[in-house]
Antibody
Framework: QVHLLQSGAEVKKPGASVKVSCKAS????????IHWVRQAPGQGLEWVGV????????DYAQKFQGRVTMTRDTSTSTVYTDLSSLRSEDTAVYYC????????????WGQGTLVTVSS | SYELTQPLSVSVALGQTARMTCGGN??????VHWYQQRPGQAPVLVIY???NRPSGIPERFSGSNSGNTATLTISRAQAGDEADYYC?????????FGGGTKLTVL
């Protein structure tokens, strides 16, 4: 069965960077896109960006351009998202999710990773 | 940028029909997807491409899309349906989510 397993919670200081991972299993890794979506405490869902694990191409939400980098390791079926210059507003649960096409719906989601930014 | 508007909250009596709307300019021209998120859990896809149910989602969940409004309908509402519901579309190569609707089952 399809499973997206995310790394554990992180606590970072303002200005630092954080790297969250999402390990896929139960399907062919390179045939589905992986998205990152975040949710601040008590708030709605916010799209961060997407990576095509087949060739590593990425597309980021304009808000995060220059601060986010998504990469993948096909040998371990893992996608990473690196967010730099962290500020308190980046405190959120970060989810990875899978889609079959570049402009499609997210049919499976990871369990979420809480990133806390605090001095 | 494209905006999706959802009511903050909707209430429904147990066993009755709940309807949650998602407003957007000419949204009927887009594929609308819906997610259910229970407290402390990851979102779950309940409707894709306006009207389609993934396997495992009860037939009580249905969707429609016309004009400037897409609608998620839950018939015979149960206590377990109490959750936040988000609509989603693609626009200009970006995923757009609505602000979410909290469904309360009375």
């Amino acid at each position: 069965q399809v499973h997206l397993l995310q790394s554990g919670a992180e606590v970072k200081k303002p200005g630092a960077s954080v790297k969250v991972s999402c390990k896929a299993s139960g399907y062919t890794f390179t045939t589905y896109y992986i998205h990152w979506v975040r949710q601040a405490p008590g708030q709605g869902l916010e799209w961060v960006g997407v990576i095509n694990p087949s060739d590593g191409t990425t597309d980021y939400a304009q808000k995060f351009q220059g601060r986010v980098t998504m990469t993948r390791d096909t040998s371990t079926s893992t996608v990473y998202t690196d967010l730099s210059s962290l500020r308190s507003e980046d405190t959120a649960v970060y989810y990875c999710g899978r889609s079959a096409g570049a402009y499609s719906y997210l049919d499976y989601w990871g369990q979420g990773t809480l990133v806390t930014v605090s001095s | 940028s494209y905006e999706l508007t959802q009511p903050l909250s909707v209430s429904v009596a147990l066993g009755q029909t709940a309807r949650m709307t998602c407003g957007g300019n000419n949204i009927e021209r887009k594929n609308v997807h819906w997610y259910q998120q229970r407290p402390g859990q990851a979102p779950v896809l309940v409707i894709y491409r306006d009207t389609n149910r993934p396997s495992g989602i009860p037939e009580r969940f249905s969707g429609s899309n016309s004009g400037n409004t897409a609608t998620l309908t839950i018939s015979r509402a149960q206590a377990g349906d109490e959750a936040d519901y988000y609509c989603q579309v693609w626009d200009s190569s970006a995923v757009v989510f609505g602000g979410g609707t909290k469904l309360t089952v009375l």
